[in-house]
């Protein structure tokens, strides 16, 4: 399996999992409009030129953060990443995978965070934060994990969370959230993918 990445990018997920299953993988940094090591334009195993992406043990050349790190989930020992297939925790995984991708991820932090933003879109993004995180807050107040045990969600959604302050969300006024994200990358394999990709950050 080869992973692609951009350090602490939402790949970070897809290497956290890895970590925490104890999977082999090769891990290949790419940049936006760059060239794979091998010279193929990264298209050719992204189609939209986004991290994660992932070519795996049957060769796919898989896309999407929620279908890689399903993938992944699939991959690892039963409980380890997901819960156990066809029971309530793991459609419920599946909503949070969802919900950090399309509510979080590109509903607020991806208009943040670029400068192709106009200040219309950031103003929309930033209103966005209220219902959104109050909604993850209050399932967090209650729980240690989105989905019972720590699955990928946790790692898709420590991803996320990452980016605050460079998005300029102040994730000290959501004390829950806050204190979970300290919780979370304190676990072995979160803390373990933040080290290995402190280092490639200032390259990228
Ligand atoms: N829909 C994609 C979005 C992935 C995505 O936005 N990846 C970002 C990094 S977090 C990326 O590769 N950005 C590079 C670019 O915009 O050129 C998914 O869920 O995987």
Redesign the pocket.
């Known amino acids: 399996m080869k992973l692609y990445f951009?350090p602490f990018?939402?790949?970070l997920a897809a290497r956290i999992a890895l970590i925490e299953a104890e999977l082999d993988c090769d891990f290949v940094m790419v940049m936006?409009?760059s060239k794979l090591p091998d010279g193929r334009p990264f298209a050719a195993v992204?189609p939209?030129?986004?991290?994660?992406?992932l070519e795996t043990r049957g060769g796919l050349a898989l896309?999407?953060?929620?279908?890689?790190l399903t993938y992944i989930a699939d991959l690892a020992a039963e409980g380890v990443l997901a819960p156990p297939p066809y029971s309530d925790e793991r459609y419920q995984m599946m909503r949070w995978l969802n919900f950090v991708?399309t509510e979080l991820?590109?509903g607020v932090f991806?208009p943040l965070m670029?400068t192709r933003s106009s200040d219309g879109a950031r103003a929309w993004a930033r209103s966005l934060i209220e219902q959104r995180f109050a909604l993850l807050s209050d399932h967090l107040a209650g729980q240690d994990y989105l989905a019972g045990s720590f699955s990928v969600a946790d790692a898709y959604l420590l991803?996320v969370l990452n980016w605050c302050e460079h998005a300029g969300v102040a994730i000290g006024d959501w004390p829950v959230l806050a204190a979970w994200r300290e919780k979370t990358r304190a676990r072995p394999s979160v803390a373990q993918a933040m080290r290995e990709e402190m280092p490639l950050r200032h390259a990228a």
């Open positions: 951009i990018a939402c790949s936006p409009g992204s939209m030129g986004y991290v994660p992406a896309s999407e953060g929620p279908a890689v991708s991820h590109k991806a670029t991803a």
